[in-house]
């Protein structure tokens, strides 16, 4: 059964660090990964989404990295914000039966005060 | 496009009560998926469908819970009856799901339902 983890569960930062927030799986034949941002009281944002042969993808400030074979893969969020701070979730997709599906981490909840 | 479509957004109800929630999926997608999200247990998928029909319901947790699509536009989850445990958000999300060779199958999230059980 695919269990995925998210470390920290929480982070408090200064405006202006780079972040790294981390997700490991324990089951590697995923088809891709996705994070999500989740602001309080609102629905999941996508943010990257990285399919199973690729190493990594970049929009902006985000940067998110994938080593399948290890089960593992990090947000890197550069020069962080106040208006970052949201939970940021971590999914991977399997195929079962000819059918997809996400499993989530628990996510991290991020406070990036100025 | 409006996007994935929950109503209500909130909703108290008291114990004991029949709950319906509704979701409209983005026009096109042929996959529909409901979740649960709680500080308990984080977010978990209660059922999906495809094609309208109802591929895996495993992580529907009792029998007071069922869903339908009876077309490619409406889903509805229902709780009966309700119960204080059953208090949380409820997501839908849809998404194109024909298996092609590199597609990232992306869901779309609705903005969730907040259930109250009193």
């Known amino acids: 059964k695919q269990e995925v983890t998210q470390i920290p569960a929480a982070l408090s930062v200064p405006e202006g660090e780079n972040l790294v927030l981390n997700c490991s799986f324990t089951?590697?034949?995923?088809?891709?990964l996705q994070w999500f941002r989740q602001d309080p009281g609102k629905g999941l944002t996508s943010l990257l989404l990285i399919q199973s042969s690729q190493r990594e993808q970049t929009s902006g400030r985000l940067n998110a990295s994938l080593d399948k074979s290890s089960g593992r893969s990090t947000l890197y969020i550069a020069a962080s914000q106040p208006g970052d701070s949201a939970t940021y979730l971590c999914a991977v997709r399997m195929f079962s039966g000819g059918y997809n599906k996400l499993i989530f981490g628990a996510g991290t909840r991020l406070a990036v005060h100025p | 496009d409006a996007g994935v479509i929950q109503s209500p957004r909130h909703e108290v109800t008291e114990m004991g009560q029949e709950v319906t929630l509704r979701c409209k999926p983005i026009?096109?997608?042929?996959?529909l998926f409901w979740y649960r999200q709680t500080m308990m247990r984080g977010l978990e998928l209660l059922i999906y469908f495809n094609n309208n029909v109802p591929i895996d319901d495993s992580g529907m947790p009792e029998d007071r819970f069922s869903a339908k699509m009876p077309n490619a536009s409406f889903s509805t989850l229902k709780i009966q009856p309700s119960e204080p445990r059953d208090s949380a958000v409820y997501f839908c999300?849809?998404?194109?799901?024909?298996?092609?060779?590199?597609?990232?199958?992306?869901?779309?999230f609705g903005p969730g339902t907040r259930l109250t059980v009193t």
């Open positions: 026009s096109g997608h042929n996959s």
């Open positions: 089951d590697s034949a995923i088809y891709n």
């Open positions: 999300a849809s998404s194109f799901g024909l298996r092609v060779q590199g597609y990232s199958y992306e869901q779309y």
